[in-house]
């Protein structure tokens, strides 16, 4: 141990190295049980030197937040092929393969977002609702589009839209938390999951197709 501390590093990677264990030990043991010392002994520094870099332990787990919803941001808008001549559901499914092969590539950094960050108030749970703002607006785009595709004479509302990506990114959240602790269930079987209940519905909606409770509601 004495040698790694030893070393003289860039601080960019001495920073990347702190946070790796700090997201590592936040996902792991949460943020209230999580200590500023495990921290240093993973990343094999002193509890000063994490200190001296990250200030707090509010500022680091704060850091973790947005790194790790910068790179699930990131990832996902990465997978997905611009330009009109994509069909709207390959973008889809490139958009949601992409996000449970980060989710379950990353189980602590997602575990930070999804569960330590929410359930921790502000100003935890307002940074993570940036990134998922972000990534509503990058579906309702998704879902706009493939209305357009269809030409249908039955329009989507600008409602039915929001609403469609609210309810498309909500179910992605809690079945990637579900795919990460289930065995044989991996990053493709998760987004075929999703991708035939969403997009299935989403084509009835676009043929003008609508459900209604009806006479025996």
């Known amino acids: 141990m004495g040698a790694v501390k030893g070393k003289r590093m860039p601080r960019a990677v001495r920073e990347q190295q702190m946070m790796d264990a700090a997201v590592r030990t936040f996902g792991q043991r949460g943020y209230r049980a999580a200590s500023m010392d495990e921290i240093a002994e993973l ?4 509890k000063p030197l994490v200190y001296l870099y990250l200030n707090s332990k509010e500022e680091l787990f704060t850091a973790c937040i947005r790194r790790e919803a910068q790179a699930l941001v990131a990832a996902v808008r ?4 611009p330009g009109a001549g994509v069909p709207a559901d390959r973008k889809l499914w490139a958009g949601l393969a992409a996000f449970f092969t980060h989710t379950a590539e990353h189980p602590d950094g997602w575990a930070v977002l999804h569960r330590q960050a929410r359930t921790h108030g502000e100003p935890f749970a307002a940074e993570v ?4 703002d972000e990534i509503v607006a990058f ?15 039955d329009e989507l509302a600008e409602t039915d839209v929001a609403g469609l990506a609210q309810a498309l990114v909500g179910a992605a959240e809690s079945l990637a938390g579900w795919a990460n602790e289930t065995p044989g269930i991996g990053a493709k079987e998760a987004a075929a999951t999703l991708m035939n209940f969403a997009w299935q519905g989403l084509g009835d909606l ?3 197709e609508r459900w209604s409770p009806g006479g025996g509601g």
Not at 78 to 81: K, L, N, R, T, Y
């Open 129 to 132: 609702a940036v990134m998922r």
């Open 206 to 208: 676009m043929r003008g």
């Open 78 to 81: 990465a997978a997905v092929e």
């Open 43 to 46: 990343a094999g520094v002193s």
């Open 139 to 153: 579906v309702t785009g998704l879902i706009d589009a493939a209305a357009r595709e269809t030409h249908s004479e």
